[in-house]
């Protein structure tokens, strides 16, 4: 089974600065989906960002970009520019993409805390 | 994007009594739902995998006859808890699958049994 495996519970960055959230997973699959989730206070989980396995190419969305080792299973999110609305609990995630329905794997997460 | 709904957003029922929580895809069909139970920051953990028009699979050590889903159609899953007591007090969140890249949540249900 996989499993993913987030070892910062707890992160903090400075206003405007970069922070990166690490995350790794386990699979014996060659193809995947990767994710980060941010849950605010809210708790209205955010997809952030997501990442096909068998593209090298690191996705990015605006302020939010990856690294994506994947011989290495480390699936890191890299933050520039904080902004006080990135504080948060951010999830990594996991979805094999060999069977049609099947749940995501989610990591114990990251809480984010930008100070201003 | 696709937008996921539940209802109520919050709810607060006596022990004994019965809940409902709904799950809608707005914008989307999805033959695929899922359910989570969140406890204070801890990750989401997943409750049943609904698929509309069968019987739901449920996680180990969920109790299927406390926690009964029904997703009659394809914008509608409902999860219901019976006979609540205070230790199904918890956060509820359900999601919605777009093919295989795409999960959207609903906002979630604070459930308290008094």
């Known amino acids: 089974a996989q499993t993913v495996t987030q070892s910062q519970p707890e992160m903090s960055v400075q206003e405007a600065e970069t922070v990166t959230l690490s995350c790794t997973y386990d699979?014996?699959?060659?193809?995947?989906?990767l994710f980060w989730y941010k849950q605010p206070p809210s708790r209205q989980m955010i997809l952030v960002i997501r990442q096909e396995a068998y593209k090298q190419q690191n996705a990015t969305e605006n302020r939010f970009s990856v690294n994506f080792q994947k011989a290495a299973k480390s699936f890191s999110l890299k933050i520039s520019d904080s902004q006080l609305g990135d504080a948060a609990m951010y999830f990594c995630a996991y979805r094999t993409i060999n069977s049609g329905n099947t749940p995501l794997v989610f990591g114990k997460g990251t809480r984010l805390s930008v100070i201003a | 994007g696709a937008v996921v709904s539940q209802h109520p957003s919050r709810v607060i029922c006596k022990s004994g009594t019965s809940v409902k929580i709904e799950c809608r895809s707005l914008?989307?069909?999805?033959?695929?739902m899922f359910w989570y139970r969140q406890f204070p920051k801890q990750s989401l953990m997943l409750m049943a995998t609904s698929n509309e028009g069968s019987k739901a699979t449920y996680e180990q050590g969920v109790e299927k006859d406390k926690f009964l889903i029904n997703h009659a159609s394809l914008t509608l899953s409902t999860l219901t808890v019976t006979s609540a007591h205070p230790e199904d007090s918890s956060f509820y969140i359900c999601?919605?699958?777009?093919?295989?890249?795409?999960?959207?949540f609903g906002p979630g249900t604070r459930l308290t049994v008094t």
């Open positions: 914008d989307f069909q999805a033959t695929t």
């Open positions: 699979t014996s699959e060659s193809d995947y989906y």
């Open positions: 999601s919605a699958l777009v093919g295989l890249s795409g999960e959207y």
